[in-house]
């Protein structure tokens, strides 16, 4: 089974600034790798799939980026919308191995 | 608009079953993979099972497998979770997710609380 690991497990901006989120892979998934952000109470939205591709109605704020097993979440102007716990997810290694999360990063106000 | 509505959840005790539901809309059923995911109280998300367009092909995590029925009803754009044996450990909310570009959209959830 593949592991992921996201690292920091939480990580404090004050809006506007810059958050720079990171997954990791134990071994590469190519470029297979979804973010999903969770907010308190709702369920997760789809960000980016294929590593670097938006979906459909994210802003642009939103960017992905890395391949194999280093991937990164940035979002460039944090607004306060985005506080939220995010999660990345391999969906490479299926069968048998399924799809796998990442333990979430939380993003909250500094 | 995708929409998917799951209903089925409740408390149920060690060892009983349950049976959730998620109801599609906006979009051709038929076309589609999906998935049943969870989320323990405070958790992370854990994916449980998967099921392709016309039911031919299913997969479980193992934390589920032979304790977990998926299926389909393409007919009536409906996805089903048999879930049978429970433990403490299923307690959790249980998410439909439709499987188009990664899990491209989801519903609102429902909770499943196994407990005596």
């Known amino acids: 089974e593949i592991v992921m690991t996201q690292s920091p497990a939480t990580l404090s901006v004050s809006p506007g600034e810059r958050a720079t989120l990171s997954c990791r892979a134990s071994q590469s998934v190519s470029s297979n790798l979804a973010w999903y952000q969770q907010k308190p109470g709702q369920a997760p939205r789809l960000l980016i799939y294929?590593?670097?591709t938006r979906a459909t109605g994210i802003p642009a704020r939103f960017s992905g980026s890395g391949s194999g097993t280093e991937f990164t979440l940035t979002i460039s102007s944090l607004q306060s919308e985005d506080f939220a716990v995010y999660y990345c997810q391999q969906y490479n290694n299926w069968p048998p191995g399924g799809f796998t999360f990442g333990p979430g990063t939380k993003v909250d106000i500094k | 608009q995708v929409q998917l509505v799951e209903s089925g959840g409740g408390l149920v005790k060690p060892g009983g079953s349950l049976r959730l539901s998620c109801a599609a809309s906006g979009f051709t059923f038929s076309d589609y993979y999906m998935s049943w995911i969870r989320q323990a109280p405070g958790k992370g998300l854990e994916w449980v099972s998967y099921?392709?367009?016309?039911?031919?092909?299913?997969y479980y995590a193992d934390s589920v497998k032979g304790r977990f029925t998926i299926s389909r009803d393409n007919a009536k754009n409906s996805l089903y979770l048999q879930m049978n044996s429970l433990r403490a450990e299923d307690t959790a909310v249980y998410y439909c997710?439709?499987?188009?570009?990664?899990?491209?959209?989801w519903g609102q959830g429902t909770l499943v609380t196994v407990s005596s």
């Open positions: 997710a439709r499987a188009g570009r990664a899990f491209d959209y």
């Open positions: 294929g590593a670097s």
């Open positions: 099921i392709s367009s016309s039911g031919s092909t299913i």
